[in-house]
């Protein structure tokens, strides 16, 4: 039971670049999330999703795109990386649906933008 | 909006003596209430949460925390710290109960040998 996964650890881009940021979870929970951490700052949500096929804006979601694959898989995506996006960004998961829980957090990437 | 305000950035202890990490929150409602810590370079681990239940929660490794609603606080407090208790701690809050969480800037617990 490896709980939440993400990859890659670390990456570094360059300012145009895109990527993509994968998460799995293997707790076969409802709700999945996207968090960017920066010092000072806390953890600011970028979107989440409710559901298989549902998705809906956090408090952060200018220059992310994110596709909630199937229950298990929710990747978030930098169409054209800019420096203000380096940060390190944590996926989590939990088993309620549209209620406060328990949110269970995968390891962190962190990404450079040069 | 809700917010929540820790009140504390940076908190140092020797160990053997008691912790408290302060945090105020500002829901006019109910809230449900969280504290997480984040040990280096590490994700996130949930330490206790309140969801009225009762306002003397109980967590983890010894922490425990009580909800105020006259002083709307949920400090976080350990009898006696360890070394293995250094690490960042967050309060986070629901959002009208709902999944989206607010979390407070973190304080960063140091303990002295």
């Known amino acids: 039971n490896a709980g939440v996964t993400q990859t890659p650890k670390f990456q570094v881009l360059k300012t145009g670049q895109s990527m993509t940021l994968q998460c799995a979870q293997d707790?076969?929970?409802?709700?999945m999330y996207w968090y960017r951490q920066d010092p000072g700052m806390g953890l600011r949500l970028i979107y989440y999703?409710?559901?298989?096929?549902?998705?809906d804006k956090g408090e952060v979601p200018n220059g992310y795109n994110v596709s909630r694959l199937n229950k298990r898989e929710f990747s978030l995506r930098l169409e054209s990386a800019a420096p203000s996006q380096t940060s390190v960004y944590f996926c989590a998961s939990s088993g309620a649906k549209r209620v406060a829980d328990t949110q269970y957090f995968g390891p962190g990437t962190r990404l450079t933008v040069l | 909006a809700q917010s929540v305000t820790q009140l504390d950035s940076h908190v140092s202890v020797s160990e053997g003596t008691p912790v408290l990490l302060r945090c105020n929150y500002s829901s006019s409602y109910s809230p449900s209430l969280f504290w997480y810590v984040q040990h280096p370079n590490k994700g996130l681990q949930l330490l206790l949460k309140y969801t009225s239940a009762a306002t003397l929660v109980k967590g983890i490794n010894g922490f425990e925390a009580e909800f105020k609603k006259s002083e709307t606080s949920f400090h976080l407090t350990k009898p006696s710290a360890h070394m293995s208790d250094a690490a960042e701690y967050f309060c986070?809050?629901?959002?009208?109960?709902?999944?989206?969480?607010?979390f407070g800037t973190g304080t960063r617990l140091t303990i002295i040998p």
């Open positions: 707790m076969n929970h409802n709700s």
């Open positions: 986070v809050d629901s959002n009208f109960g709902n999944e989206k969480l607010t």
């Open positions: 999703s409710a559901s298989e096929g549902t998705t």
